[in-house]
């Protein structure tokens, strides 16, 4: 399986959107700052993930988010859940 997520920083009140195999290891990594684009800017939380099949399933569910923002498509999925 691999993974699409999105996770937040209170602190930044910022989202970071990303995909991979592995989320829970995924996740320790941005929490450890092991992560170049999140370092320092942590605590993160999870906030949304999805699960794929394939990698290239779970890149093109990253795009789409980020074409869309990951603020505007967490309303949308609040909306249309």
């Known amino acids: 399986m691999y993974y699409t997520y999105i ?11 990303g995909s991979t195999k592995d989320l829970e290891s995924r996740l320790l990594r941005h929490q450890n700052n092991h992560t170049k684009s999140t370092k320092g800017k942590g605590p993160w939380r ?12 779970a890149v093109k569910m990253e795009m789409k988010i980020k074409k869309r923002g990951a603020k505007r ?3 949308d999925q609040k909306q249309s859940g």
């Open 46 to 57: 999870l906030v949304l993930s999805f699960s794929f099949p394939s990698r290239s399933e």
């Open 73 to 75: 498509f967490i309303e």
């Open 7 to 17: 996770i937040y920083s209170d602190r930044l009140c910022r989202y970071y959107v």
